[in-house]
């Protein structure tokens, strides 16, 4: 099918108006975007194995660390909504030192929380929303982390879409809690068939989000 000139822009305006970015932390009773390694804009990381999927792509350096109590509320807010059918899950990954200077490598981080699919109709329980937020395990370890959020998006079958941002925090009044621990890449096969799944055709009848399991602590 052929767009007029007209058409086309509307159609690509609309496209990339559909895209989002996690611009703003959610960390207990405080809201910081100045603690968010802001994304550069809001295009999708589209391979799970680079290492892009970590924290998205060259995102800026963000200017401080959120101190929020073991227990507390932890989430993102976006700059939209999300629009695009598919999971999300949030990440916390404990810096070996200072968060500030850390990129997020090594079998340093677990998953907090995730949002799967409903069915009758199938649908994604994240869709339409404008944020996240779930708690941090009351025996998550004191220190420094980035908390890390991605959604996926599954609206073109076999071309999966990540929109990620990280956060630096510093969890306070901690547990002894010991998660298992994944690298990122490296948590996510691009075969899984949580990322290869038609969403359409035939609907799902069940679904698994990609990942470890969520650690409640």
Not at 48 to 76: L, M
């Amino acid at each position: 099918m052929k767009l007029s000139g007209l058409a086309a822009l509307a159609f690509f305006a609309h496209s990339a108006s559909a895209h989002y970015i996690w611009t703003t932390l959610i960390a207990g009773s405080t809201t910081s975007n100045a603690a968010v390694r802001q994304p550069i804009n809001n295009s999708p990381v589209t391979s799970v194995t680079s290492n892009d999927v970590r924290c998205n792509v060259n995102p800026s350096p963000a200017s401080e660390t959120v101190s929020v109590a073991a227990g507390s509320t932890i989430g993102f807010k976006l700059d939209n909504t999300l629009y695009h059918q598919g999971p999300a899950a949030i990440y916390l990954g404990k810096a070996p030192g200072s968060v500030a200077s850390w990129d997020g490598s090594g079998a340093n981080w677990f998953k907090i929380a995730e949002w799967g699919a409903t069915f009758n109709p199938f649908q994604f329980t994240d869709f339409n929303a404008n944020q996240l937020t779930t708690t941090i395990p009351a025996s998550t370890p004191s220190g420094e982390y980035l908390v890390r959020i991605e959604q996926v998006g599954l609206h073109v079958a076999g071309a999966p879409q990540w929109y990620i941002s990280c956060a630096q925090i510093n969890v306070t009044g901690g547990g002894s809690g010991n998660p298992m621990k994944v690298n990122i890449p490296g948590y996510v096969p691009a075969s899984d068939p949580g990322l290869t799944v038609n969403i359409y055709n035939p609907v799902p009848t069940s679904y698994r989000v990609p990942g470890p399991a969520v650690w409640r602590g």
